[in-house]
């Protein structure tokens, strides 16, 4: 993430220019935000937190520390902000702000900043470096307390407000950020299972074994949506229908048990059959989901037993298939 915010900024910076230009500094170095409009998503049961910072453009070493005085401009926050969100270059910001009628200030309480540097107030932007990171924490309890921030309608407005000897380039002094959440177990799930179809008496009409073939054709994969901190909807039922919309819902237990409960307009009203639950491993690609259900399909009830193992994920725009963190492969 930190080298798409450096490559996005210096591309600004640098857009046209001849080979020596390239490898040689400009006479001006500045300062500023990568993206003046964002939306951020943070992982619930992954840390509730997001990284941004301030980057460096105008030179190929940076060869001192440099120290920029940043803080929350709530001015920022206003309808033409709103508008730019809105209508948004990147797809999915749009997308997710057709269900935002408007924004509002994030609430001081439910965050803290930590800069490099670590001083309050203050982003270092170190030797040898192009990025000054701020990390973005939230009060988990606080924050999910609301269920509708699943949507970005709180931002978070920050500016510089100091290049302290470093100049900041006009018009990227500020970065409005939207921020939502998703659930853990979001995105896209390789399916297999099997399911015995049984008629009024209980007798075995048949039983059917779909295996999770990979890769998987797209209208075998199942996809998890997040709509509560602790919640999913999947958009298919057993080997009979994939669709578009929700077909159960999915709710995340503390000992990650997970209960099956139906939801209004789906093709087949589901029920619990048994134990359903999902492996919490610390490596994304390592995921698992264990479904446990029946419903009817005219006289004759189904009973399935689905095994969802993760394929990706679609976070702020960035296809997440494996982790990134070399520290879980330790």
Known sequence: MKTRIIILFLAALCAASCYEDYVGDYSKVACG???????????????????????????????????????????????????????????????????????????AGLYDLETEGGNAGEVLI???????????????????????????????????????????????ESSVIGIRYENMLFGNWYHGGVSEVKDA???????????????????????????????????????????????????????DGITISPVAGARYSVEPDGESRFVRSKLLQDRKIILSYKYQSGSDTVHARDTLTFRNRIRDGVNEWQDENSAKYE
């Open 126 to 172: 170190r030797k040898g470096s192009h990025l000054g990171t701020i990390t973005v924490k939230l009060d988990s309890a606080a924050f999910l307390a609301d269920a509708g921030r699943v949507f970005p309608k709180e931002v978070l407005p920050l500016v510089i407000s100091d290049g302290k000897g470093t100049d900041v380039i006009k018009g990227r």
């Open 201 to 255: 008496g209980g007798n075995l009409v048949r039983r059917d074994v779909y295996t999770a073939k990979i890769p998987q054709a797209d209208n075998l994969v199942w996809t998890l949506t997040t709509v509560e901190p602790f919640a999913l909807t999947a958009n298919a039922v057993g080997p009979e229908y994939n669709g578009s919309s929700a077909q159960m819902k999915l709710t995340l237990g503390a000992d």
């Open 33 to 107: 935000f990568a993206n003046q409009t964002d939306v951020r998503s943070v992982i619930v049961g992954e840390g509730m937190k997001f990284s941004t910072g301030v980057a460096l453009g105008g030179t190929i070493s940076n060869d001192e520390d440099r120290t920029v005085a940043i803080g929350i401009d709530y001015s920022l926050v206003n309808n033409d902000t709103y508008n730019l969100l809105k209508n948004h270059t990147f797809s999915y910001i749009s997308t997710l702000m057709k269900s935002v009628p408007s924004i509002s200030a994030l609430p």
